[in-house]
Antibody, heavy 112, light 112 residues
Framework: QVQLKESGPGLVQPSQTLSLTCTVSGFSLTSYNVHWVRQPPGKGLEWMGRMRYNGDTSYNSALKSRLSISRDTSKNQVFLKMNSLQTDDTGTYYC??????WGQGTLVTVSS | DVVMTQTPPSLSVAIGQSVSISCKSSQSLVHSDGKTYLNWLLQNPGQSPKRLIYQVSNLGSGVPDRFSGTGSEKDFTLKISRVEAEDLGVYHC?????????FGSGTKLEIK
């Protein structure tokens, strides 16, 4: 069955870089898009960007200068890297496939 | 960016009642391929979002037919008939026609 799982550090220091991995199973990254979505505590959902099935990427306008999404199809993994983290980047980060299948999310706290 | 205006921000309903949630977009969500990429998601407390409706009116896998989606162009509605206790949570609309993808601000459904 389709599964996605996010992994990465729970704590990041301000001004540092966040690196997250989304490991998928049950489908091919060359057939479906994978999105990254985040949610600050107690707030709504924010689309961050996506890796399309063909390798193209798209980004949230507000995050574009800090964000990079890549993939390794041989490992069934999609990566998110975002630099210059601040406290308002704290939240739960999700990956999903076409909004139909979601990972459990990973909580990232930005704090010194 | 497309702005998704979702109303109401919160609802309190009794079991068995019906409710509607509105999502209006600042631009038409009809894609150049003729399809309209408007999704409805439900996020139960402490859980990842799950997709209820895709392309305006198509029921997601395993979603009860108490849920229905209607609308076109810029005006969309999610209706829940005969609300059940498991329906509590936050409902989100998200458009995937235009990049960047954008979410509504969410509607919190409480059970009386």
């Amino acid at each position: 069955q389709v599964q996605l799982k996010e992994s990465g550090p729970g704590l990041v220091q301000p001004s540092q870089t966040l690196s997250l991995t989304c490991t998928v199973s049950g489908f091919s990254l060359t057939s479906y898009n994978v999105h990254w979505v985040r949610q600050p505590p107690g707030k709504g959902l924010e689309w961050m960007g996506r890796m399309r099935y063909n390798g193209d990427t798209s980004y949230n306008s507000a995050l574009k200068s800090r964000l990079s999404i890549s993939r390794d199809t041989s490992k069934n993994q999609v990566f998110l890297k975002m630099n210059s983290l601040q406290t308002d980047d704290t939240g739960t980060y999700y990956c999903n496939s076409g909004f139909a299948y979601w990972g459990q999310g990973t909580l990232v706290t930005v704090s010194s | 960016d497309v702005v998704m205006t979702q109303t109401p921000p919160s609802l309190s309903v009794a079991i068995g009642q019906s409710v509607s949630i509105s999502c209006k977009s600042s631009q038409s969500l009809v894609h150049s391929d003729g399809k309209t990429y408007l999704n409805w998601l439900l996020q139960n407390p402490g859980q990842s979002p799950k997709r209820l409706i895709y392309q305006v009116s198509n029921l997601g896998s395993g979603v009860p037919d108490r849920f229905s989606g209607t609308g076109s162009e810029k005006d969309f509605t999610l209706k829940i008939s005969r609300v059940e206790a498991e329906d509590l949570g936050v409902y989100h609309c998200v458009q995937a026609t235009h990049v960047p993808l954008t979410f509504g601000s969410g509607t919190k459904l409480e059970i009386k």
